[in-house]
């Protein structure tokens, strides 16, 4: 029998808020000692009333334009109760029944769109690091604002899954909402999975592994629940509903507990806190200062570029933004679009093989070169001042310290990697190479109709130029000189 695998998934995203969600402490405990950021709010002392980030509502409001979402112009907070080490005060404010963000879409580049239930802005609780026989609390991220996004169960499929979790991540990185730094848990990724028959019109029972945070394990993930339920299913049994984690290391999903309902946490409005009443004008402020966003990207490139390039560059935003500049720059200059094209196709090859290749991905956490740099590289190219290879040399010193801020022409002498294009000197090198012997048989060779020797010739010329000569205009004098 044949299963239908039906997925959804929950994304905490850590806000890019300078203090917490309820408290004036630091947000961004990345780099910080273990209960370095935390305040009385934090850990959950008497009598310590909650006092709101207003900051926070305009990175949902943000959160929600990205996810082309409704957004609400009344919400409020409810507490979620449940006692763990890592939540001293018993419970988690958060909204269920009147959340910020209502309905929206998630358009995967493969133009599916995931369908989006809400998002609301609630508090996540602390950290607990496990050791042999004890666990170590750190409440440094107790407080922090999220947004959760819950998505419908619309993905079939763990590629799905995946692209979804990449294209969401994407959305919340453009939009500034969050940091999206994913080894430090900024987004985790909550998969909720079930399988029925094929032919079936009821959902099977679902499973929850929580946590995630990477793309790759939310793919591998939902690779192996499918293969654990159908074996399951084909045994006669039944699938537990229930949470479970997941072993990177040995790819398997382990149970933890079972599934908790909505009346397990005892849900209530939370006396301290009052609504949240938005105006609509606050919303068509943020929806003014929101970036060009993925979707305008594909947009822009489309037929430019193809697909696979555009995707690899779209995890770059500043890399994108940069582009953007360029071609406004050109377009000012009165280039023609084929021009313009011509050039960001140039560019972008040079990122996505140069600069995206896996040993130089670090280079991005530096400063881009300049549009400026950028638009004279490919001039010279154009010009065939710089071969290919040498546009790459001049491209990576761009990154160097030392370089980064020199002229594109200053680097290309620096290196000495600039073309001779005189075809008087460059004439006067062929009359030299031609008058060797070791080039009398290539020359026959050639007049006798052999006209691939004619590489052997201009690898000779090169040589004496000291590669300093373009290839195509050596090609060019050696076929008018042999002729005569």
Request: hydrophobic share 40%; net charge negative.
């Amino acid at each position: 029998m044949k299963y239908l695998p039906t997925i959804g998934i929950e994304c905490h995203v850590q806000l890019a808020t300078k203090t917490k969600l309820f408290s004036e402490v630091d947000n961004d405990a990345r780099l910080k000692d273990p209960n370095s950021c935390v305040s009385p709010i934090d850990y959950g002392l008497p009598g310590m009333l909650p006092r709101l980030n207003g900051a926070a509502i305009l990175y949902v409001i943000r959160a929600g334009l990205a996810l082309n979402a409704q957004i609400n112009l009344f919400s409020r907070f409810d507490r979620k109760h449940y006692y763990y080490p890592d939540l001293p005060k018993g419970y988690q404010i958060t909204q269920l029944f009147q959340p910020l963000i209502g309905s929206g879409y998630v358009e995967l580049p493969s133009h599916k769109r995931i369908r989006i239930e809400h998002a609301h802005l609630e508090e996540d609780a602390g950290k607990l690091s496990h050791a042999d026989g004890y666990s170590l609390v750190d409440l440094n991220r107790a407080g922090t604002p999220l947004v959760e996004i819950v998505s419908e169960a619309d993905m079939h499929s763990a590629a799905e899954a995946r692209e979804y979790a990449k294209e969401l991540w994407r959305l919340m990185t453009y939009a500034g909402v969050t940091y999206g730094d994913l080894y430090n848990g900024n987004m985790r990724f909550d998969v909720n999975i079930s399988i029925a028959p094929e032919d079936s019109d009821k959902l099977g029972t679902r499973t929850e592994i929580k946590n995630l945070n990477s793309f790759r394990a939310v793919e591998r993930v939902v690779e192996y629940e499918v293969k654990r339920q159908t074996k399951l299913l084909e045994k006669g049994q039944k699938v537990k509903q229930e949470t479970r984690g997941w072993n990177d290391a040995v790819g398997e999903t382990t149970a933890q507990r079972s599934k908790e309902t909505a009346q397990d946490y005892r849900y209530m409005p939370d006396p301290d806190l009052p609504p949240i009443r938005l105006e609509a004008k606050t919303i068509d402020e943020q929806r003014k200062q929101m970036p060009k966003m993925p979707a305008d990207y594909r947009t822009w490139l489309d037929g430019v570029l193809p697909n696979d390039i555009i995707e690899i560059l779209l995890d770059y935003q500043g890399l994108m933004e940069k582009l953007s500049e360029v071609s406004v720059i050109l377009l000012e200059q009165q280039n023609m679009l084929e021009k313009i094209n011509a050039t960001l196709k140039k560019l972008a090859n040079l990122f996505s093989s140069v600069l995206l290749a896996e040993e130089n991905t670090s280079l991005l956490n530096d400063a881009l070169p300049s549009a400026r740099q950028l638009i004279d590289l490919a001039e010279m190219n154009d010009r065939k001042e710089l071969s290919s290879t040498a546009m790459k040399q001049v491209f990576l010193k761009f990154f160097d310290p030392e370089m980064r801020y020199k002229e594109s022409l200053t680097i290309a002498k620096e290196l000495g990697v600039m073309q001779d294009n005189d075809v008087e000197s460059l004439a006067q090198i062929v009359d030299e190479v031609l008058a060797k012997p070791e080039t009398q048989k290539a020359q026959a060779d050639y007049l006798a109709g052999q006209e691939k020797v004619l590489g052997f010739l201009v690898g000779q010329v090169m040589k004496a130029s000291h590669g300093k000569a373009n290839p195509a205009t050596v090609g060019e004098i050696l076929r008018q000189k042999l002729s005569t």
